[in-house]
């Protein structure tokens, strides 16, 4: 087998992946019209409080990134295969960041409330409706190009596991060995 991710790497790979694949119907239905009230404010607090745990998760793959770098890819993928996978992990991080703080200064701004990290004493914007009807803009046209690229991302995925069948996704699923 090719050189995996360490196992913490692989932990939080799996555990904001299946956040945002839950966050992500999440925030398309509760913005949808005519929702029952008690559903939509669950789906709400639900959103905003795991959206602010992927902001620290990330985070700490980031630092744990930067301690820990990847193995490097399998002589087998080409250069140019290597070289998109690597623009398009960045982007990911990129895009998840940007989801967050949008997300953030959306509700802050726009006099929300955030739910469970209001208790926690998180600092807040003040209101300012401008900002808040901003980063709603900003927070929704990441998210779509946040869906197309985790489609992307988990089509060559499965590509390199069901066809190529190179150990690449074996190098971050959570039975990879170390
Ligand atoms: C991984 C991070 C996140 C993802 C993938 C995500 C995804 C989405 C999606 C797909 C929507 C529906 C599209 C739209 O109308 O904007 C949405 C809406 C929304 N999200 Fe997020 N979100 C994230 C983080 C957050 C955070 C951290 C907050 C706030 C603390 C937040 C608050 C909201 C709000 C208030 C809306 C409704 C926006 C509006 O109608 O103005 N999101 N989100
Ligand atoms: C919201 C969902 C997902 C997000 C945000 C995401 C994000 C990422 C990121 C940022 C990396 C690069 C990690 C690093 O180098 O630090 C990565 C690697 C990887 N992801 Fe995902 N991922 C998601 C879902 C999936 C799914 C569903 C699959 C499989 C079907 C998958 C398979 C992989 C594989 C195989 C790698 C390692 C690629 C390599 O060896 O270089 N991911 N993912």
Redesign the pocket.
């Known amino acids: 087998m090719t050189d995996a ?1 360490r196992p913490a ?1 692989r932990f939080l ?1 799996w555990t ?2 299946l956040i ?2 839950c966050m ?1 119907p999440a925030g398309l239905i509760m913005t949808t019209e005519g929702l029952p009230r008690p559903v939509q404010d669950t789906l709400f607090l639900f959103h905003k409080n795991a959206g602010l745990v992927v902001g620290v998760l990330m985070l700490i ?1 980031l630092a744990y ?1 930067s301690a820990h770098p ?1 193995p490097p ?1 399998p002589a087998s993928v080409p250069a140019w295969q290597a070289r998109i ?1 690597r623009i398009s ?1 960045g982007l ?2 990129a895009l ?1 960041f940007l989801m967050v703080a949008s997300g953030f200064v959306r509700v802050t701004a726009g006099g929300f409330p955030l739910e469970g990290w209001d208790a926690l004493g998180l600092p807040r914007f003040s209101k300012r409706e401008a900002l808040g009807s901003a980063a709603s803009e900003v927070h929704e046209g990441a998210a779509y190009g ?1 869906m197309a690229l ?1 489609l992307l ?2 089509g060559a ?2 590509h ?2 069901l066809v190529r069948r190179d150990g ?2 074996a ?3 959570l039975a990879a060995g170390r």
């Open positions: 991710y790497a790979h904001v992946a945002v694949l992500i793959r990134r990847p890819l996978a992990h990911l991080y998840l946040l985790v991302h988990a995925a499965l390199h596991a690449v996704f190098r971050v699923w």
